[in-house]
């Protein structure tokens, strides 16, 4: 993974040059600083291939940034302070990076800047991986630098005292002039508590108009995380032959199980074609075979089978590609409600969809908890009492059956990854398994623990204020099986 740390001195001005050179370098990764005036109104195409997250100053003078590639999905960690500090980290790298962009000008005081620097310390406080990247203004003979200010020995006090290392090799990062001859000064610094390889180098050119010089991080063996598929089909399939005990663990485990053996890992650049078959696969093996084995032995048999191969697959591709449309207009003209239809029509235009920047920030977890428990009253009442489990009997499968017709649509799975489809699709003596192993809970009083684990998705609201955390509503994914019981128990 390639970061680029530079202060660019007007990102608008320079904007250009910056993606001409982050762009043949394939940078990754870009932490700003004095990025001025920015317009903010389309920050996923402000670059060509990446996109921006930015902290402006109201007088547009500093201010920092992160310019991300479209494959390295970012958000934004809240910290409150009045200085150019910018804390951001990545959610689909294995591992995941923390990176901090600050801008530190001579106006700031020594004791100001200490305060907020040892606010930022307690916020990464057991973050690994974490990058703090920036002009410092700060001077010092330790990081290189020709002299000592007040400001660089405060920055290295600061520091020394912290989990993070200065990473700096002593080069000079700011130069008025490229061609004199004066040594330049150490003005952008690197700090870290990374364990992992990497290698920093100041670049000896500028970008625009900038007295900076560039700097190039490179940390190695930095992967992706893997994207999966759900092969649907191929996992209800194996749904309808299963045959499951009457203890609720185990069926839980063993639905679980046929998820992860219907979901398969695929390659970034991998395209989802829904006419790709096992018959397609065998005649691509066929072709290949054919053109290796006459560029191994040119003569006229191994050409013609080889065009025979070559033509024997192309013609099965189109038949698989005529079929499948037919089979798609087959099922969009069984599709009864228009809600139903775009969410296929979605799901036949792409794959999947490319991610962007959330809004939403990990500090918001707990105010939007907050938010969500005050709007619970708190005189409820639990009707479930022992008196009335004693009258209760136990449940019928045609209640357990009513359950489950009324959960016919599409719906998002639990925790454990499993949806009502799959349930649905269970044989018949499957599911009076489920029914058995449902009374066995309900004589018992039992609520198995996993059922009570509940994630909540936060969805912005239209056209509201996507910084205040109160402006998301919730969306609970709740265990399917704590779900059907749940319904039954209603339904009695």
């Excluded at 608008?12 to 001025?36: A, H, M, P, R, T």
């Excluded at 296929?344 to 939007?368: A, L």
Aim: proline share 2%; charged share 25%; hydrophobic share 35%.
């Amino acid at each position: 993974m390639k970061i680029l740390q530079y202060n660019i001195q007007s990102l608008s001005k320079n904007k250009n040059y910056l993606e001409l050179y982050i762009n043949n370098l394939s940078v990754d990764i870009c932490i700003l600083s004095e990025i001025f005036n920015v317009n903010e109104k389309n920050n996923n195409s402000f670059l060509r291939n990446y996109n921006l997250i930015c902290k402006k100053r109201s007088d547009n003078y500093g201010g920092v940034a992160f310019l991300h590639k479209n494959n390295i999905f970012m958000k934004k960690i809240s910290f409150n302070t009045d200085l150019d500090i910018l804390v951001c980290e990545t959610t689909n790298l294995c591992p995941n990076f923390t990176f901090v962009s600050v801008y530190f000008p001579h106006s700031v005081k020594s004791n100001h800047l200490k305060r907020e620097l040892s606010k930022l310390f307690t916020l990464l406080e057991g973050k690994p991986n974490v990058f703090i990247a920036g002009d410092f203004n700060a001077r010092c003979r330790d990081y290189g630098d020709i002299f000592d200010t007040v400001r660089g020995s405060t920055v290295k006090t600061l520091f020394d005292g912290s989990i993070f290392r200065c990473i700096n090799d002593g080069s000079a990062t700011f130069k008025k002039n490229l061609y004199d001859n004066s040594p330049g000064s150490v003005l952008d610094l690197t700090f870290t508590n990374s364990a992992y390889h990497f290698t920093w180098k100041v670049q000896n050119i500028t970008i625009g108009g900038s007295h900076h010089k560039p700097i190039l991080l490179d940390i190695s063996n930095i992967k992706h995380k893997e994207k999966t598929f759900l092969a649907k089909k191929h996992l209800l399939n194996n749904i309808c032959n299963l045959h499951i005990g009457t203890d609720m663990h185990t069926i839980q485990s063993e639905l679980s199980h046929q998820v992860k053996n219907s979901t398969f890992a695929i390659g970034p650049k991998t395209k989802f074609n829904s006419w790709w078959n096992e018959d397609l696969k065998r005649l691509l093996r066929l072709k290949d075979a054919a053109e290796k084995k006459f560029e191994s032995y040119k003569n006229t048999e191994n050409a013609l089978n080889a065009i025979e191969a070559k033509n024997n697959f192309r013609n099965a591709v189109k038949k698989a590609k005529a079929l499948a449309q037919v089979s798609k207009i087959n099922e969009l003209n069984t599709i009864s409600n228009s809600k139903s239809l775009f969410r296929y029509i979605k799901g036949c235009k792409s794959f999947f969809e490319n991610q962007t920047h959330s809004k939403w920030c990990s500090d918001n977890n707990i105010v939007f908890l907050q938010h969500l428990k005050d709007q619970v009253p708190n005189n409820n009442q639990n009707i479930f009492n022992d008196e009335y489990l004693k009258k209760s009997d136990v449940f019928s499968f045609a209640e357990l059956q009513k359950v489950l017709d009324m959960k016919k649509k599409p719906s998002a799975a639990g925790l454990d990854g499993i949806t009502y489809e799959m349930v649905n699709n269970l044989s018949i003596q499957s599911k009076h398994h489920l029914l058995v192993a449902y009374n066995k809970l309900w004589r018992n009083c039992n609520y198995l623990d996993e059922w009570r684990e509940i994630k909540i998705v936060p969805i912005p609201k239209k056209d509201k204020d996507l910084d205040i955390p109160t402006n998301f509503r919730p969306i609970a994914l709740i265990s399917v099986f704590a779900k059907i019981i749940n319904l039954m128990i209603i339904c009695l």
